[in-house]
Structures are given as structure tokens and as C-alpha cells.
């Protein structure tokens, strides 16, 4: 078999580099560490793991014969490791991206490790708990960001989030909003982001009188749309 990198070593001076704050680098070795868990022969292990679990599962066939009784639950517990590092060297380094508000890059990443482990799904590689916080990591990202056209879709449903029909759409007609079985999925994204980022939003343009609060207009979504897309960025080369 072809030597590969061993995908701990990088993942390991990923997190000593990060400690340090030399985070160009450590995002190079978080990358390597999912660049070697890819290259190690998945098949293989799929192969071999499905052997012990039927020698473990039905006893000795002419087939898992030769798996020594004594280590079936040491390889069983070793190849379900190895399944899952594509996914969870990505979750690495989606959650180094999330720490250093690289979100564009994090959301990217964990949703390749997901759409990795939904294929793995009822295999070794199936890390439920894992799985779960980061569905709940991607939810959190998604919920920050955004939908890409957000702006577009506000102007799309401005009149039906407008309740009062005062040229605003406060708070509580956003999260009535919510329970609103009409409202396409993707929009339902937009009014999350939009509760998340409320008071910013709210304040991103001047067109009210005194404090500001009436609610959000089509200004300040699109004045605070400028803003956001100008922060969200790639960790600097």
C-alpha cells in the first residue's frame, strides 16, 4: 500500500500553530491534515471493517477467519476512526474558520463534511454526535450570513412583512414571520439573518425620525448588505 501522510501529525501542529497565533500556517497544516485523511484507501478499510463486524456479528466464516478473536473490538473502534477523518479533519478546520470569523470559508467546509458523512451514513465512518454539532455549527454560520441574495429577497416580501403597512418591518412582524407556513425556505433564512443582525441593521441608515425605531427599511438592509460583505473575508494571506 501507497504511504500517505498521516493526517494526526498535521491536524496536531494545526492546533500547536494555532496556540501560537501563526494562523496562515495553521490553516495549511488543518488543510494537509483533510488532504491525507482523503488519501488514505477508504476502500480498503470499508472492506476490512465490514469483515470484523461480521466475524463480530456471526462468528468465523471462511471469509473473517483469519482476524485473531482477541483484537475484533480494537479493529473494529481503529477503522471506524479512519472512516470518519474526511469528515472530521473538515470539522477542524471549519471550526478554525469559525473562530477566526473566516465564516464564508467555515460554512463551505462543514457543509463538504456533512454531504461526506451523509454518504457514510449507516457505515464505520458515522460519528452521530459529531454530525450534530456540525449541523448545528453550519445552522449558526447560515444564520450569520445569510442567504447571498438577502436583499433581493427582503424587496420580494416587503409588502407581506409589512403588516402595518409603515414602510418598516420591526422585530416582532419578523418573527411573526416565522410562523408563516407561506414563506418559502429560503426566505424564512433571510428573516433569521435579519433577527440575528436586528439592531445593526436598524441603525445602518439615517431615514427615520429621532432614535431609530420604527423597524428596518429596504435602505438599511441594503446599506447594511455593502457592510457585511465587505467583513466577511478570508483569513489574510
Do not use: C
Amino acid at each position: 500500500m501507497e504511504e500517505v501522510p498521516n493526517p494526526y501529525a498535521h491536524s496536531n501542529k494545526a492546533k500547536e500553530l494555532e496556540l501560537k497565533k501563526n494562523l496562515q500556517e495553521a490553516e495549511t497544516e488543518y488543510r494537509l491534515a483533510v488532504q491525507a485523511a482523503d488519501r488514505l484507501p477508504h476502500d480498503e478499510y470499508t472492506r476490512d471493517f465490514i469483515t470484523a463486524l461480521d466475524r463480530v456479528r456471526n462468528g468465523v466464516s471462511a471469509a473473517n477467519k483469519h482476524l485473531p478473536e482477541e483484537a475484533l473490538s480494537e479493529l473494529l473502534s481503529a477503522y471506524r476512526e479512519l472512516l470518519a477523518l474526511p469528515f472530521l479533519t473538515r470539522t477542524q478546520l471549519a471550526g478554525f474558520y469559525a473562530r477566526h470569523n473566516a465564516l464564508p470559508e467555515a460554512k463551505e467546509i462543514i457543509e463538504q463534511a456533512l454531504a461526506i458523512e451523509a454518504d457514510s451514513r449507516g457505515h464505520a465512518g458515522h460519528h452521530p454526535e459529531t454530525e450534530r454539532r456540525a449541523a448545528e455549527l453550519l445552522r449558526n454560520i447560515t444564520d450569520i450570513l445569510g442567504p447571498v441574495n438577502a436583499e433581493e429577497l427582503f424587496l420580494q416580501y416587503f409588502d407581506k412583512l409589512d403588516v402595518n403597512k409603515n414602510g418598516f418591518i420591526d422585530e416582532e412582524e419578523l418573527k411573526r414571520a416565522q410562523l408563516d407556513l407561506t414563506i418559502a425556505p429560503e426566505a424564512q433564512s433571510m428573516i433569521r439573518y435579519l433577527l440575528y443582525h436586528y439592531f445593526k441593521v436598524e441603525k445602518a441608515s439615517n431615514d427615520e425620525f429621532g432614535e431609530e425605531i420604527s423597524g428596518i427599511s429596504k435602505s438599511d438592509v441594503r446599506n447594511f448588505q455593502k457592510t457585511a460583505k465587505s467583513n466577511w473575508k478570508r483569513l489574510k494571506e
